[in-house]
């Protein structure tokens, strides 16, 4: 589950996005929260998530 917050960078008129990514079904709640620019790509947003949980590419993912 992924909550989305749509935010401007000083400075430069760029837009960003603030992500909470949470992992469905687990206790203690996984959960980061992470900022992107807004001109990120599928596969970039991809290799953040990963770098971010400390996964070694080796789990599935799905976008929505």
Same mark, same amino acid.
């Given at each position: 589950?992924?909550?989305? *917050? #749509? %935010? ?9 996005? +603030? ?5 469905? /079904? ?7 929260? *992470? #900022? %992107? ?9 991809? +290799? ?5 949980? /400390? ?10």
């Amino acid at each position: 589950a992924a909550d989305l *917050l #749509r %935010i401007q960078l000083k400075g430069d008129g760029r837009m960003a996005y +603030q992500l909470k990514i949470s992992i469905i /079904g687990v206790k203690p709640a996984i959960w980061r929260r *992470l #900022r %992107i620019p807004g001109n990120i790509t599928f596969q970039q947003l991809h +290799q953040t998530i990963q770098a971010a949980f /400390g996964w070694l590419d080796y789990h599935l993912y799905k976008f929505e």
